[in-house]
């Protein structure tokens, strides 16, 4: 799928390969519905009057140093716990199942690498990415709040996806009061007074 190729394109780290395929990707955008073009036209926008340096340090300072804007997209289900691990497993699973391996450098749940993924292996792809809904959603609602540029592309990924439903908006609400969960492992089970918790 052409959107979901350009969104992963737009959502890794800038460089001067991406800025030289900004002629390319604006063709590609024209051929794609409104809901999901229009958000990727806009952020090509900003591409072509940024420096490159500012869009560098900000894609660092929005994805590397603020955890509400993971781009990892099993952060926002099981946190930094064990259970990330397992969940991780599943998206490698998916992409050998495809003949796909990943550099030893890439983690599997990075929003651009599951994009790529997905241009190739739709159905694989797209149920990985529905899989974990809340978070990208969560994701994207975070980075509209503060203004990010890089909502736009978000915006557009979640175009591509099936309607949210009264369940999604349930998770989404319930993780953003909640947060990602935290490791339990090694904590005591007693309170205190030494009662079970």
Known sequence: MIAWQVQSLL???????????????????????????????????????????????????????????????????YGDTRKRGMALLRFKHAYRAAGLELGADELPDH????????????AAGRRLLVE???GLELMRLGLRDAGSPWAHVVDSVSATLPRLGRLDH???????????????VGLSPYAPDGSIR
């Open 11 to 77: 959502l890794s780290y800038p460089d001067e390969q991406l800025l030289e395929r900004r002629a390319l990707l604006r063709a590609a955008t024209a051929r794609l519905p409104e809901a999901v073009g229009r958000p990727l036209r806009t952020f090509l926008d900003h591409l072509d009057v940024t420096p490159l340096t500012a869009l560098a340090a900000d894609y660092v300072a929005t994805f590397d140093h603020r955890k509400r804007f993971s781009p990892y997209l099993t952060y926002f289900a």
């Open 111 to 122: 929003l651009a690498v599951v994009l790529e993924f997905a241009a190739g292996e739709p």
């Open 132 to 134: 974990h809904r809340a």
């Open 170 to 184: 349930t998770k989404i609400a319930q993780l953003a009061a909640d947060g990602p969960p935290e490791e339990e």
